[in-house]
């Protein structure tokens, strides 16, 4: 068992509990030299007691309950300690510190659930796992972070590990075989196999790109003409006078971003400067940005007025978007219809939503739209498996490559030992993903140091 790691779990901040945890050689002994039981002195596995927490010079610090939780059936595998103390700052900080008096180390970033992967309770897509969990802020984040941690990643690379270990003996049987002059080897049955396995990969980093935007959301971007309602639209999205509005054209001169949760999805909305072809500089610049933020947006909204006709920006805007991800809102419907409908949809080959900033018409409806576009609204189809993690991602894809050659030295009949350089690397890359046989530090050093100290 490994020397004896301490921090705080809980936020350090005013709070009704807050907890400390030890794990490691002493954390029984440590757990023990600074509580007094008010109930009973036995101290019993993984049942809360009732009693004191004293310092290293026996002054009181806390009431407290507290746990002993024997390894190898805790969190980290090795013995631990809990402390529940109230949560104030000082208590919790003095417990700390108690610990750390002791002969207890501070524990690092991430530590606790690096030491379950390192005792072999978790694989590595599980602690990434407990990352995203402890970071989701939205039901879907926290539904895919959840699906990962009960083992949906590790079953799929599991089997996509079993399916190369398959080939890798297909392929073993082909290089003996081929020793022996006299027998063909049969390459049929390993192109398929790769095929299947290929397929199986291909899935799981298609899923990457719903993965991302679970992990990050949608990159959104209001852009339109200067007046036509791109800051009303983010106010009435808000319920908040978050962006200047005024009738004067090109009130917005920078960029805002705000977040939204839209049906358990984190929106990412930004307004623009409205876009005009001006001689003002400063608004020029604004211009400029707001196309260029709209070229790695994951969707554009286009916000046009549908009180007057279109004019040559408007056209720009049509071209610009044509090819994208969008929604487009005919705005200020109160008012008289002078808007060419028919130019829009032909430009753009989709049907406007209509709507009344002043009014606040038209915002469920846009909202909605946002949904269905990357999930058909429903939170359930969040039970596919996907890949949010873009360390997972760039294996699968290294993997995915290796296999190509694979297949193609196959197809092409090159020698199989050197088709087998390729299997291995693919399989070795798979592995990487669970984190088994795994020597890379400064990997595992890059997923841990994203935790916070306590997890
Ligand atoms: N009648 C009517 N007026 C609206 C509507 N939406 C916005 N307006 C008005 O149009 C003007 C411009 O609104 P903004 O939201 O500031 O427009 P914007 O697109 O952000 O403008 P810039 O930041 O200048 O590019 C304001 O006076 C709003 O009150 C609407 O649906 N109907
Ligand atoms: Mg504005």
Not at 304 to 330: A, N, P, Q
Not at 367 to 392: A, Y
């Given at each position: 068992?490994?020397?004896?790691?301490?921090?705080?779990?809980?936020?350090?901040?005013?709070?009704?509990?807050?907890?400390?945890?030890?794990?490691?050689?002493?954390?029984?002994?440590?757990?023990?030299?600074?509580?007094?039981?008010?109930t009973n002195s036995n101290i019993e596995n993984r049942?809360?007691?009732y009693g004191n927490f004293y310092d290293n010079d026996e002054n009181l610090i806390d009431e407290v309950l507290i746990s002993f939780i024997r390894g190898p059936k805790s969190y980290t595998t090795e013995d631990m300690v809990e402390v529940y103390s109230h949560g104030s700052i000082v208590s919790v900080k003095k417990i700390l510190e108690s610990f750390l008096h002791s002969g207890a180390r501070m524990a690092e970033r991430g530590e606790f659930t690096k030491r379950a992967f390192l005792n072999g309770r978790i694989d590595l897509t599980k602690a990434e796992a407990?990352?995203?969990?402890?970071?989701?802020?939205?039901?879907?984040?926290?539904?895919?972070?959840?699906?990962?941690?009960?083992?949906?990643?590790?079953?799929?690379?599991?089997?996509?590990?079993?399916?190369?270990?398959?080939?890798?003996?297909?392929?073993?049987?082909?290089?003996?075989?081929?020793?022996?002059?006299?027998?063909?080897?049969?390459?049929?049955?390993?192109?398929?196999?790769?095929?299947?396995?290929?397929d199986e990969i291909e899935i799981l980093i298609e899923s990457h790109k719903r993965g991302k935007i679970i992990k990050n959301g949608i990159k959104t971007i209001i852009i339109g003409k200067p007046?036509?309602?791109?800051?009303?639209?983010?106010?009435?999205?808000?319920?908040?006078?978050?962006?200047?509005?005024?009738?004067?054209?090109?009130?917005?001169?920078?960029?805002?971003?705000?977040?939204?949760?839209?049906?358990?999805?984190?929106?990412?909305?930004?307004?623009?400067?409205g876009i005009r072809l001006t001689e003002d500089l400063v608004e020029k610049i604004g211009v400029e940005k707001s196309l260029d933020l709209s070229k790695n947006a994951d969707l554009?909204?286009?916000?046009?007025?549908?009180?007057?006709?279109?004019?040559?920006?408007?056209?720009?805007?049509?071209?610009?978007?044509?090819?994208?991800?969008?929604?487009?809102?005919?705005?200020?419907?109160?008012?008289?219809?002078?808007?060419?409908?028919?130019?829009?949809?032909?430009?753009?080959?989709?049907?406007?939503?209509?709507?009344s900033m002043?009014?606040?018409?038209?915002?469920?409806?846009?909202?909605?739209?946002?949904?269905?576009?990357?999930?058909?609204?429903?939170?359930?189809?969040?039970?596919?498996?996907?890949?949010?993690?873009?360390?997972?991602?760039?294996?699968l894809k290294k993997a995915y490559f290796s296999l190509k050659n694979v297949l193609k030295g196959l197809e092409d009949n090159i020698f199989l030992d050197l088709i087998d350089v390729d299997l291995k690397i693919a399989t070795d890359s798979i592995a990487e993903i669970l984190g088994r046989n795994f020597e890379k530090e400064d990997v595992l050093d890059q997923i841990f140091k994203k935790f916070c100290i306590g997890k």
């Open positions: 068992m490994e020397d004896t790691i301490c921090a705080i779990s809980t936020a350090i901040s005013k709070s009704g509990i807050g907890i400390v945890r030890l794990s490691g050689r002493e954390a029984f002994e440590l757990g023990k030299k600074h509580f007094k039981s008010k049942k809360l007691m407990v990352l995203d969990l402890i970071n989701s802020e939205t039901e879907i984040e926290h539904r895919s972070a959840l699906n990962q941690l009960e083992g949906s990643v590790t079953r799929e690379i599991g089997k996509i590990l079993d399916d190369l270990t398959d080939l890798n003996v297909l392929m073993e049987a082909s290089i003996n075989f081929s020793e022996d002059d006299e027998i063909e080897p049969d390459k049929s049955s390993l192109i398929k196999k790769t095929e299947e396995v290929l007046n036509v309602g791109k800051s009303s639209l983010l106010n009435n999205f808000l319920n908040e006078n978050r962006a200047i509005v005024t009738d004067i054209p090109g009130t917005t001169r920078d960029v805002i971003e705000e977040f939204l949760d839209v049906d358990g999805l984190s929106v990412k909305i930004v307004d623009t400067a554009i909204i286009a916000i046009f007025d549908g009180s007057k006709e279109l004019e040559k920006e408007d056209y720009m805007i049509l071209d610009h978007i044509r090819d994208k991800e969008k929604i487009i809102v005919v705005n200020k419907t109160d008012l008289d219809l002078k808007i060419n409908l028919e130019e829009i949809e032909k430009r753009t080959g989709s049907k406007p939503i209509f709507a002043s009014e606040r018409k038209g915002i469920k409806e846009i909202l909605d739209s946002i949904s269905s576009l990357f999930f058909s609204g429903k939170i359930e189809e969040m039970d596919d498996l996907v890949i949010t993690s873009s360390r997972q991602e760039n294996l």
